[in-house]
């Protein structure tokens, strides 16, 4: 790893490349659903340009540290995600990936939160309370989905691993133990990245953009910026834990496949109540998760 | 026919005691017929998001304290647009007990879109002014209140 790769590909510049573009996509097929002809090609870059020229204001009663080193770290944690499943995505990684980016998924919630904790404002504590809630409820059933494809690839602990596995024996989204952890993490990764049915906790009209309400300038672009990384690499993982696909080529058009749907998801769906989103992933979600956990072991 | 304009303006609604039909034409233009998004317009959720400030109605004593409160608010550079007959020179309503001056006797205001209620044409047309004025808003930089 030189500086070439942490600034330019996969790092910093790649990632928000692609978060951009997966941003402007979605963006664009929401339009095209409610008959629009939808935003310029370079909005988003246009969004980026604008909020880093202005002010960077500082609610009185915020912990400026705090306040301005959320958004960072947030950030830093889906630089170092993109880059791990990108050069998964290339064949490349090492054992125990997988960890590493069940670990650093966790980050922006925490930084999210701790966001919302440092703004004074009710709304941003609303939101981050909201954020932490999903969190709690979605945790359990991703790692047991996680385990499921670990005892599917019978102990392979690399994401590029189980991607090859995937190759020449089929996609284990194919199986029906698969299925249903597949279906329960792609639930929980879209709640992760609190996305269309599951974004109340950063909801715009409920509570005014929820912990982001407090923030303007470079801070807010920052959130913007990895809100969208992780728009774009969600699928990715997805794809990389239970679709599989050979070459380049079957990975992208997979990834494609997958961001289409989630996008169309987002679009016919209204969002839940933070309760209920609560009540489904502690309940249904989870029961399936660990289901698909102990047909895994059956070898179904 | 709006010329393409490519930029980004995020706009905030303070409507200070209007009688609702600018707010209506106001929320016409983010619909699909008239599809602000494809200029870069969008509704701030909160007036920390805000670049663009449309004030509707007619100001009164209780109105101006907030408006004042609310634009101080808001990071800088922010753009003030009167919208509406009232906002603009306080229309029919003009001589009544609790009615101010217009609004640009008060604070520095950046567009006047005037109309009773203005068409989401105009509304549009007028938004897509600021793109090409590249100098900041009314008030500088606020010492000891921005960092980068």
Redesign the interface.
């Known amino acids: 790893m030189s500086v070439f790769n942490y600034i330019l590909f996969p790092g910093i510049i790649f990632a928000a490349a692609a978060g951009a573009a997966v941003c402007w996509i979605e963006?664009k097929i929401s339009?095209l659903i409610?008959?629009?002809?939808?935003?310029?090609l370079?909005?988003p870059l246009?969004?980026i340009?604008?909020?880093?020229?202005?002010?960077?204001?500082?609610p009185a009663g915020a912990p400026a540290p705090v306040f301005?080193g959320a958004p960072v770290l947030g950030f830093s944690a889906l630089i170092l995600t993109a880059m791990i499943l990108t050069e998964a995505g290339a064949g490349r990684g090492f054992a125990g990936d997988i960890f590493a980016v069940l670990y650093l998924l966790r980050v922006p919630v925490f930084s999210i939160f701790l966001a919302g904790a440092s703004s004074p404002g009710p709304?941003s504590s609303e939101g981050a309370s909201g954020e932490v809630r999903v969190f709690a409820a979605c945790e359990v059933p991703l790692i047991l989905s996680v385990v499921t494809v670990i005892l599917k690839s019978s102990g392979e602990l690399s994401l590029a691993g189980i991607h090859s596995i995937q190759s020449y024996e089929g996609a284990f989204a194919a199986s029906l133990s698969g299925f249903i952890a597949f279906a329960a993490a792609f639930l929980c990764l879209m709640a992760r990245s609190s996305r269309s049915l599951f974004d109340m906790p950063s909801s715009?009209r409920d509570i005014?953009?929820g912990v982001?309400?407090?923030?303007?300038?470079?801070p807010?672009a920052l959130f913007m910026l990895s809100g969208w990384i992780l728009d774009a690499f969600i699928p990715l993982l997805a794809v990389l834990l239970f679709l599989g696909g050979s070459g380049l080529s079957g990975t992208l058009l997979r990834y494609a496949g997958l961001l289409l749907f989630s996008a169309l998801v987002k679009n016919i769906f209204p969002r839940l109540r933070i309760d209920q989103i609560e009540k489904f992933f502690r309940y249904p979600v989870t029961a399936a998760a660990a289901f698909s956990v102990l047909l895994g072991g059956l070898g179904l | 026919m709006i010329k393409p304009a490519a930029g980004s303006l995020w706009v905030y609604h303070f409507a200070a005691s209007s009688c609702s039909n600018c707010d209506m034409e106001i929320l016409e233009i983010f619909t699909p017929g008239f599809d602000s998004e494809r200029f870069g317009i969008k509704e701030a959720l909160s007036i920390r998001h805000a670049d663009c400030l449309l004030v509707t109605g007619v100001l009164n004593p209780k109105s101006l304290s907030l408006l004042k409160k609310v634009r101080g608010e808001a990071p800088r550079p922010v753009k003030v647009a009167a919208v509406g007959t009232c906002a603009l020179d306080t229309g029919i309503f003009r001589g009544s007990y609790n009615v101010l001056k217009p609004l640009d006797k008060y604070i520095p205001v950046d567009l006047y879109i005037p109309g009773c209620p203005p068409t989401p044409e105009a509304l549009l047309s007028g938004l897509l002014g600021l793109y090409g004025k590249d100098k900041p808003g009314p008030g500088k930089r606020r010492k000891g209140r921005w960092i980068f």
Not at chain 1, 49 to 58: A, D, G, P, V, Y
């Open positions: 963006r339009a409610q008959f629009r002809s939808g935003p310029p370079l909005q246009y969004d340009l604008k909020l880093s020229r202005k002010e960077t204001l500082i301005l709304f715009g005014m953009g982001f309400a407090e923030y303007s300038g470079p807010l």
